[in-house]
């Protein structure tokens, strides 16, 4: 194992998010102050509770897993998109490293971003709601879990996207809807019986339930479940990128 | 000499069936500096990257200091610096964080003033903490070189070093690369100018159509190129060659209005002047006079008449 190799590619890429530190983090406490202030204030005002929890907490997990993904999988498919796209990656790929150390630096990387926001919107809502954390550890757990297995999506989606274009579609197209829809704003419970079942088919119901789940103790669908989803997604998501190395789909030829 | 690199029956074929090697063989030794040479699109730059493990062979074996490129790719890899023929490299990084990146990428740890003594070798150290973006096109070359040396590796591949360089740059590039020659490492370059094998390559390869014609000494090879021709343009028509000037191996024109004279650049004598004297005695009026050297051009339409 070439530990070397993973340390290097992993702080290269925290380095350029530290260089755009203000970026990274304004951006994402002003999206979630906003968030509060439509659907906490506005939506907040009309339901006042769900399952027991105030409204304006109630969204803070939906919220959090809404950044940590899409910015999971944009730092991630940008992270490998970059080289691939300024001619860099010829030394990626005739450097000693074997798929597993590239996929560990580039994916790590891109999961401590995504975490970083994550714990920074957590700290915003404090501000905002009152929250208590019922499973702290389970809390760190599904949240280091989602970070990474959206940022395997991610490595993914940059190496499959041949230009900006396509690096942006899947987390516009596929990410966001799935993640408005996965519950991350109400709790499935309040959806008609015919959606509720639709909804068993979004993965992220899981993710979102579960680590909803670590907040309140309460949840749409058992821990269980949750667990074996997201477990499920990242083998998914680490078979793929498998096959993209010994295959060398779209990179190497 | 021990061969470092040793490349057997090497194919590669692209999916559109396109074979941009066919059975390539080379023994690179241990120290040298072999120039590749080859028109646009010879397979030059494939052969590289197949070395490096940026494209898959599609049959054949590589090794580098012994070790397979496909099945001990790390041991292989760790011995094999690349500087690519374009240009690439981020923007946004410093001169020294990028090459400390390449250091760290081939296993090495973090050593800050081998780094720093890489970027002296390469007259880059005044210039570690400036964006990459912000350098002339020659310095990122050496950017480049200091990345692909940032990891000590022994055999040292440059693509096309000083393609679209300024003859100045070419020139500092060469004693670069006679600098690193110095210091043990095995240079392989590509390139398409018979000058730049000439000034710093030990052996020449002259690669064509996916196929190595020939590998051999510069020494041998130049003195096959310093064949060189002498028109000699007549002010009337000879019908045969005067038996004054059949010692010299005369070729008659087919008008009869010029003789072709073949010499050797590299010999003591050239025979030039006894000839133009010879013609003068025996009557031939010269019209005009001119020279003509064989090119690689002309060397690689022969080689490939012989092959085919």
């Given amino acids: 194992m070439n530990f070397n190799a993973v340390w290097t590619i992993y702080i290269f890429e925290m380095r350029r998010f530290f260089r755009t530190m203000t970026q990274s983090i304004v951006s994402p406490v002003l999206s979630t102050s906003l968030y509060f202030v439509v659907f906490g204030t506005a939506i907040g005002s009309r339901i006042q509770e769900v399952e027991g929890t105030s409204y304006g907490a109630f969204i803070v997990p939906g919220l959090i897993m809404l950044t940590v993904m899409t910015q999971a999988t944009s730092n991630a498919s940008f992270g490998i998109y970059f080289p691939k796209f300024i001619g860099t990656i010829y030394e990626l790929l005739s450097a000693p490293v074997s798929f597993l150390e590239i996929v560990a630096g580039y994916v790590g990387a891109a999961a401590t971003k995504a975490m970083f926001i994550g714990v920074i919107i957590l700290i915003t809502s404090f501000f905002f709601v009152d929250i208590t954390i019922a499973h702290p550890l389970a809390m760190v757990a599904f949240l280091t879990l989602t970070c990474i297995s959206f940022a395997l999506l991610g490595f993914i989606i940059g190496i499959w996207a041949g230009n900006f274009e396509q690096l942006q579609l899947i987390p516009l197209l596929v990410i966001t809807p799935l993640v408005f829809l996965g519950g991350s704003f109400y709790s499935i419970s309040m959806l008609p019986p015919i959606w509720q079942s639709i909804t068993l088919f979004n993965p992220v119901v899981y993710l979102i339930s579960g680590f909803r789940w670590s907040f309140f103790g309460t949840a749409d669908v058992s821990i269980g479940l949750s667990l074996f989803a997201i477990a499920l997604f990242t083998g998914a998501c680490l078979a793929f990128i498998w096959w993209i190395f010994k295959t060398g789909w779209r990179i190497r030829q | ?308």
Avoid at chain 2, 10 to 21: I, V
Wanted: charged share 25%; hydrophobic share 40%; net charge negative.
């Fill in chain 2, 1 to 308: 000499m021990p061969a470092i690199v040793s490349v057997q029956n090497l194919r590669k074929a692209y999916a559109g069936g396109f074979e941009a090697l066919k059975s390539v063989n080379l023994d690179i030794e241990d120290g040298e500096i072999l120039a590749l040479l080859g028109p646009n699109g010879a397979g030059k730059t494939t052969l590289i990257s197949t070395i490096c493990g940026i494209t898959v062979p599609t049959s054949g074996s590589i090794t580098v200091g012994g070790h397979d490129t496909q099945t001990d790719f790390r041991a292989a890899r760790k011995l094999i610096g690349l500087v690519p023929q374009e240009i690439n490299l981020e923007p946004f990084e410093t001169v020294f964080s990028t090459v400390s990146f390449s250091r760290g990428l081939f296993g090495k740890p973090r050593d800050d003033a081998k780094v720093e003594a890489i970027l002296k070798q390469l007259s880059l150290h005044d210039k570690k903490d400036n964006k990459i973006m912000m350098l002339s096109g020659g310095m990122k070359r050496r950017v480049l070189i200091a990345k692909a040396l940032a990891h000590e590796p022994q055999v040292l591949f440059l693509d096309e070093p000083t393609a679209g360089v300024d003859v100045e740059l070419r020139k500092d590039m060469w004693d670069v690369v006679a600098g690193l020659k110095a210091s043990g490492v095995t240079i392989i370059l590509t390139t398409h100018y018979i000058e730049e094998a000439e000034a710093i390559a030990d052996r020449i390869g002259v690669i064509s159509k996916g196929e190595i014609l020939l590998v051999q000494d510069k020494a041998d090879l130049m003195a096959q190129m310093g064949r060189k021709q002498i028109q000699i343009e007549l002010a009337q028509a000879v019908d045969d060659i005067p038996s004054a000037l059949k010692s010299y191996a005369l070729e008659r024109a087919d008008d009869g209005l010029s003789l072709i004279y073949s010499y050797d650049t590299t010999g003591e004598r050239t025979g030039i002047t006894t000839l133009l004297n010879d013609l003068q005695k025996a009557g031939l009026q010269m019209k005009d006079l001119q020279t003509r050297q064989s090119s690689l051009e002309d060397i690689f339409v022969d080689l490939v008449k012989e092959t085919a």
